[in-house]
């Protein structure tokens, strides 16, 4: 949404709350100007353009595959000129990842667990070897396997997806209660250095708050909404 809240901000948005979002003044409406916005989907990255810089990126490591685009505007003087829409080809190369994947989307994720930990085994020092230690930690929390999530996510502290691990513990902390332990991980993911991850922190802090009984429920986590 480029121009959301009444032009407070652009967000990337996820079943409803934002997810990722940007309040400079570039990612804001210039009332008379006419705007250049890029929307890309690619695999499982997202990105917001707007004349010419980049405003917001994404990772969804479980893409939406609704197949559909659309354009709206909340008020009235908004107008759409030149619009175009790409798709990409199928690809004939598709990841190892794409079968438990599948798995995990319709909620088979016992079968999931095995397949991704088979990945992660046979492929223990390589990006998609994270990826599937990452998946199998989200498997296993929605089985309500805190012990072996968390040590998959303990495994990753050290690669690329280090953030992205914070943010699985902080998740394994929430589902068992434990909203100060939640806090200081979401404190970690922001310090990760990976802007995506870090990201995604304002998102679980407001689900943080939501499910408080009041906001004292969770002391530290008002610092994640600045």
């Given at each position: 949404q480029?121009?959301?809240?009444f032009?407070l901000r652009?967000?990337?948005c996820?079943?409803g709350?934002?997810?990722v979002?940007d309040?400079?003044p570039g990612?804001?409406?210039?009332p008379?100007?006419?705007?250049?916005?890029v929307a890309e989907?690619v695999g499982?990255?997202?990105?917001l353009?707007?004349?010419?810089?980049?405003?917001?990126?994404?990772?969804d490591?479980?893409?939406?595959r609704?197949?559909?685009?659309?354009?709206?505007s909340w008020?009235?003087?908004?107008r759409?000129d030149d619009?175009r829409?790409?798709?990409?080809?199928?690809?004939l190369d598709?990841?190892?990842?794409?079968?438990?994947d599948a798995?995990?989307e319709?909620?088979?994720y016992?079968?999931a667990s095995?397949?991704?930990?088979?990945?992660?085994r046979?492929?223990?020092?390589?990006?998609e070897?994270d990826v599937?230690?990452?998946?199998f930690?989200l498997?296993?929390?929605?089985?309500?396997?805190?012990?072996?999530?968390?040590?998959?996510?303990?495994g990753l502290d050290?690669?690329d997806l280090?953030?992205?691990a914070?943010?699985?513990m902080a998740?394994?902390?929430v589902r068992?209660?434990e909203?100060?332990?939640a806090?200081?991980?979401?404190q970690?993911?922001?310090q990760?250095?990976?802007?995506e991850?870090a990201?995604l922190?304002?998102?679980?802090?407001?689900?943080?708050?939501?499910?408080?009984a009041?906001?004292?429920?969770?002391?530290?986590?008002?610092?994640?909404l600045r």
């Amino acid at each position: 949404q480029f121009g959301a809240l009444f032009n407070l901000r652009s967000q990337i948005c996820r079943d409803g709350p934002e997810v990722v979002y940007d309040s400079s003044p570039g990612a804001r409406i210039t009332p008379g100007r006419k705007h250049q916005v890029v929307a890309e989907h690619v695999g499982e990255h997202l990105r917001l353009e707007v004349d010419g810089a980049e405003i917001l990126r994404l990772r969804d490591f479980f893409p939406s595959r609704g197949g559909r685009a659309a354009l709206y505007s909340w008020g009235k003087g908004a107008r759409f000129d030149d619009v175009r829409l790409f798709c990409r080809d199928t690809p004939l190369d598709v990841s190892s990842l794409a079968v438990p994947d599948a798995f995990y989307e319709r909620g088979a994720y016992g079968e999931a667990s095995r397949l991704y930990q088979d990945i992660a085994r046979s492929h223990p020092e390589s990006p998609e070897g994270d990826v599937a230690r990452y998946k199998f930690g989200l498997a296993q929390l929605m089985l309500g396997r805190f012990a072996p999530a968390e040590e998959a996510f303990r495994g990753l502290d050290q690669t690329d997806l280090a953030g992205w691990a914070a943010i699985g513990m902080a998740e394994s902390a929430v589902r068992r209660g434990e909203s100060g332990r939640a806090v200081a991980q979401l404190q970690r993911a922001r310090q990760s250095g990976d802007p995506e991850a870090a990201g995604l922190v304002y998102a679980n802090a407001v689900r943080l708050f939501r499910e408080a009984a009041n906001r004292s429920d969770v002391p530290g986590a008002a610092a994640l909404l600045r």
